[in-house]
């Protein structure tokens, strides 16, 4: 007999004991404490954008100094310009999504990374130890979600640590732990993912069509990165919240990579000796 | 209601508050009754963050709440659910004063053409013997000292001056057929408030409307429980006390009062607000809701203010108890009965000295010192031009605040420093500007929305020179009394006679704070043990209590009940201590039939335990714990032996809530619509009285307001709050984290308006007003939409009103355009709605100065 946890352990791909985050965008409010109090428990400095004009979004995107980052996307009027007033049920109309690192079962960001800075931890987290980080950035665009960022300030790669030094600590991630509505949760990979399908087939009743989560290898799209340990519950099309929806690791790309080379320099060395024959 | 309690409602109406924004951590209660399939309804002229979770959004028109809410009186009066179910009628009957006969002489809004029976030409405003019950009047002797005292140019203060005497049962009629009773009163009253008339007030289209009326009534009932949330998008209004009126006379029509999930959820802004009204920080008011001793209302020594505001029936029988008590508390041996206790110690109001009256009183050189704790009036205050130039008239203000904020700088950095208008060296006023521990710097409590104590402990000394509020207050006091112990003057004998004398602990010599806790508490003063309650407290000066309402705090010595942390899913009896008596939900007697049965399963709260012979529940009752509930009263019992076995209102008179308020308001017997003071469009509902009759204005030249219609003027303005920032920014717009989040000013303009100038996501616009101009930039957003107000499209500007010149988020004051006005009730201004004028562009005077710069 297979257990549930081993059954959804072949869903979610994580390692055992793997710790993750669910973020439920349909219980998101977007007040963006997560952001706060990352940036608090971590000591992140405030970014300089100023006013933006992107809906109620200011600080734009993941980055070195931004490791929870809370989307706004407005959808409101239809095409005549009509303003709904029945709402589909949980978050409409004024999508907001609460994005962290993936914490991928696969990490590209680790895989590039030539120093060994960044490790798996004994938590199946992603981290990058700052003390070891040259700033080489190869992390930067192994990432097909755009979460590592170089630092102008001390010129090192940042990103979310799933508040390792907390969960050294026993304690819950900074951003969990402030979220008022339970938008952000936290715990064992496999577990979330049990509660996260319970959740979506629960809003599928409820007639929130749309949902699904984004990161389950039952639905697809998570390729050669095997899984997230930190996934997402979404109700429109993943690109809708700056989310690919087919993520990939360039790291995938190199076999046909060097394959392509290894051909090309077959064809050409070839049509070299044969242009020489001809003399 | 607690705002767990929203977690038992079957539909939740969120109006005139941006709940998921600005109370975040109660919107998770929002959330569960959702989850459990609860229908969450957001009416509000935006789609804010709360809309965005709700099932339905309904856009308004800001100022039109009340006429949204009478049609949902109309509605449901006219319902068939309402008219079948017999559960409606049975707790109107019971429960409220809809059978009481009103004074014959009465005349409603319907039958003067939008004023009441009873109002005053002369003095503007009115005279309540008219709205009494039927076979009774006020009490004697006042209306003729009120008379005097207007003469002399003084404002009667309301809440004192209508206080009645009641004899013996009411008049009344339990058919409620009577065309004299209260029901039939109320239903005649808003007989005009159809499903028609408020799509043409408030912009609601009638199918929208119909939509919430229905979802409402039929989420009320025997086994159903509605509730609604309000913030200060209510209060903010000349109108402010009678539209939360009119959403408590909707929940008694509808049953949903006293029981779990209904009821309504007055959302406070800020930690502990609550607290501050509850051992208030107010001018009118004493600590437990007794009112500062007020020349108007007859208050010249303790027995006249007692015999002026003790009920002969209820729980405010007891009122000479919580009075003599709170004097013993803070006089001690100087309060004796041969002296009225030290009643003559306490000030004597004359007038209006709330926070809008007192800012022309700084300008106009009448008030010379300020004390500014917490506040920053330079940026949050209505009208702040004038209140800054108020601020710069005084001899002398205190500061204290973490940050040099506006109202600290505004001497030499201001708009009109900036532009030339003020010169610094002009400017007399000293501050002293003083550093503050913050939150994690000090012991204390807050007392949240639902009346919920609950302690918190210091976690790191403050800085430096940094000190806590009880620190500053507690040292003041002993400084005045050094400074005043041989002066024989009226305020040196008061300040002699207070006592002081707490323990101080820690690095800085704080004040013991728990010592605050046990005087507040209350005790014995033969041998200051601590009483277990307000029962123990006496009126002949053997015992001594801070503030009433929060008698059994602390129990016994070192029983910190706010310190309590034992949670649960109903209740919560073991969290904290709620005030009074640590009951959740007040009046909860309703939430039992007059029988004293639950009404129904599903929400059970407290009952009538037959063998036990007493109430027993989830939570602390609020009755006499073991009044049965056929309990009649003898003709002449006092207090609360004068109250039947099912009158579970026993803060009222009778023990019924009021469909129609005899007493107690300023502007009116009953809610009825007025515009907002200015108003793009005229009252359609009594065209002959626009706006409340009795509004308490500020005709000043520096404060001029719009007239209705002024086509100068013709978009209605709305500001509020952002989840980023706080309140006027004190505490959020200097911290880095927060201030990156929403880091500039703006105002929210849809897209069909911005089109009419031309303007772009992101552009400078212009607001103007007869106060004054600013220059923001526009967010131009399909959530701000045009809504259809008397046949033409009416549009709506949004604006935080967090920006100011300092800190890190910076942007001009959206209270520069706003007037002081009062609520005659509440004083509270009208920010919610005001009329305004828009252009593309910035101020040209900024354009020069920037220019200038470069």
Redesign the interface.
Known sequence: MVSSAERNRSRTGAREGAMGFLTDTT?C?????C??AC??WNQL???????T?H??D??NDLAAETWRHVSFV?Q??DGE?A?????R????????MSDVCKHCVNAGCLEACPTGAIIRTEFDTVVIQQDICNGCGYCVPACPFGVPALSPIDNKAHKCTLCYDRLKGGMEPACAKAC???SIQFGLVDELMERAGQRVASLNDRGVDGAYIYGDRETGGTHGIDGLNAFFILTAPSEVYNLPAEPELPQDKTFSGYASTILAAAVFSIGAALSLRGR | MPQQSLADSDCVIIMGSNMAENHPVGFRFVMKAKERGATIIHIDPRFSRTSAMADVHVPIRAGSDLAFLGGLINYTLNSERWNNDPFFREFVQHYTNGPALINEDFRDTEDLAGKFSGFDPETGEYEFETWQYAGESQKSDESEEEQDEQEAGQTAEAESEITEELSEELSQDPTMEDPRCAFQIIKRHFSRYTPEMVEQVSGVPKELFLQVAEKLVNSSGRDRTSSFCYAVAWTQHTTGTQIISCCALLQLLLGNMGRPGGGILALRGHATIQGSTDIPTLYNLLPGYMPMPSIASGHSNLKDYIRVQQHRTGWWHNFPKYIISLLKAWYGDAATEENDYGFDYLPKISGDYSFSAMMPMMKDGTLKGLFCMGMNPAVGGQNSRLIREGLANLDWMVMRDPYEIESAAFWYDSPEVRNGEIRPEDIKTEIFFLPPAVTPEKDGSYTNTQRLVQWHEKAVDPPGECRSEPWFMYYLGRRLKALYADDDSAKGRQIQALTWGYDTEGKHGDPVLEQIVEEINGYTVADRKLVSGFADLKDDGSTACGCWIYSGIMPESGVNQARRRKGDDRAALGWGFAWPDNRRILYNRASADPQGRPWSEEKRWIWWDEELGRWTGYDSPDFPASKSPDYEPEPESVGMEAHRGDAPFVMMPHGRALLFASTGLRDGPIPTHYEPWETPVTNLIYPEQARSPVVTTFDRADNRYHEIGDPRFPYVMTTYRLTEHHTAGGMSRFVPWLAELQPGGFAEISPELAGEFGVDNGDWITITTLRGSIETRALVTERMQPLQVHGRAIHQVGMPWHYGWGGIATGDIANDLSALIEDPNSRIHQAKAFTCDISRGRLPSRVRSDADGE
């Open positions: 219980l409010i977007g007040c963006k404490a952001e706060v940036k608090q400095p405030a970014d300089d954008f100023g006013f004009g809906s109620y200011n600080t407005e409101i009027a310009g303003r709904p007033t029945s709402l049920a949980f978050q409409s109309n004024w999508l907001m008022p509505t339970d």
